[in-house]
């Protein structure tokens, strides 16, 4: 096959695969207000697997790399600190979070930033391989792909992160300027419409987190004073930055998930380069 059609194949593929997390997402919150939690959950947990499989792919190539250098690979200590059950644990406890969040989430999420998503997953798209090229020879074969897409996570993290602060702060939803922030979450909250009561009473705390950072931004200079209010003040800045980066990074990894190959990552740590056979490796790298 030419190369030029191998490479429009490969990027064909990598945007379809990827396309499942946007899609699946978009199909259930267009739906919520009627589907059961059985969907709702299934739509959960193809989320969470996603970011799991990032997250578990990062782990790993980490603990490889520390321990290559670090632990002598015929000791005990190897075996006891570079567990990968208790490191796929961890990640599933982090997965479960973030997909929690990613979900209820997209609830609240405006047309002009799922246009946005579906943008960012373009850029990874054609990102993806121009980063493996670039690492070229200097990263050994085993770990190019999987390093490449650590990266486009960052990347990736770092676009929505700015976009998702940049909204609340110049394009907030509503407007509680004058407003106390007991009144905010007492009468003013609009909570997405949720079928299933476990989404739904997630989606409350969500939204009212947001809630809470759009009034400190908005009501910041009127309240510092006011020892009421400055604390919630404080919690609304922080939940800003908070509630926007774990939604950020929840969709970026399962962007990434969906391609990742951790299972690759999970054996016993190779040789380090100097000792020889790790240099040789031959697997085969993902997409």
């Known amino acids: 096959m030419p190369r030029a059609s191998f490479i429009s194949y490969a990027i064909i593929m990598r945007l379809l695969t990827m396309s499942i997390v946007w899609l699946a997402l978009l199909v259930w919150v267009l739906n919520a207000y009627r589907v059961g939690c059985v969907t709702s959950i299934a739509v959960l947990l193809l989320i969470t697997a996603a970011v799991f499989v990032a997250g578990s792919e990062r782990s790993h190539m980490h603990s490889r790399a520390l321990f290559n250098e670090t632990v002598r690979h015929d000791?005990?200590?190897?075996?006891?600190?570079?567990?990968?059950?208790?490191?796929?644990?961890?990640?599933?406890?982090?997965?479960?979070?973030?997909?929690?969040?990613?979900?209820?989430?997209?609830?609240?999420?405006?047309?002009?930033q799922w246009s946005l998503l579906f943008v960012d997953l373009l850029l990874l798209t054609l990102l993806i391989p121009r980063i493996a090229r670039l690492l070229g020879t200097e990263v050994r074969p085993p770990f190019r792909y999987a390093m490449a897409r650590q990266w486009a996570v960052w990347i990736s993290l770092l676009l929505l992160w700015i976009e998702g602060m940049m909204?609340?702060?110049?394009?907030?939803?509503?407007?509680?300027?004058?407003?106390?922030?007991?009144?905010?979450?007492?009468?003013?909250?609009?909570?997405?419409?949720?079928?299933?009561?476990?989404?739904?009473?997630?989606?409350?705390?969500?939204?009212?987190?947001?809630?809470?950072?759009?009034?400190?931004?908005?009501?910041?200079?009127?309240?510092?004073?006011?020892?009421?209010?400055?604390?919630?003040?404080w919690v609304g800045y922080a939940t800003l930055v908070g509630f926007t980066f774990l939604t950020a990074l929840a969709y970026s990894r399962?962007?990434?998930?969906?391609?990742?190959?951790?299972?690759?990552?999970?054996?016993?740590?190779?040789?380090?380069?100097?000792?020889?056979?790790?240099?040789a490796d031959g697997s085969t790298p993902g997409l």
């Open 75 to 112: 000791g005990r200590l190897l075996r006891l600190v570079y567990n990968g059950l208790l490191i796929n644990l961890r990640d599933l406890a982090v997965a479960v979070l973030l997909g929690v969040v990613l979900v209820t989430s997209a609830l609240t999420l405006a047309p002009r």
């Open 254 to 279: 399962a962007l990434i998930g969906v391609m990742g190959r951790p299972w690759e990552l999970w054996g016993k740590a190779a040789p380090s380069a100097q000792g020889g056979p790790a240099a």
């Open 167 to 233: 909204s609340l702060l110049f394009y907030p939803p509503t407007d509680y300027t004058g407003m106390r922030w007991q009144e905010v979450v007492t009468y003013n909250l609009v909570v997405p419409d949720a079928a299933c009561g476990i989404i739904e009473t997630a989606a409350t705390v969500f939204v009212s987190g947001q809630a809470i950072a759009i009034w400190a931004v908005q009501n910041g200079a009127r309240v510092a004073n006011d020892p009421t209010q400055s604390v919630m003040l």
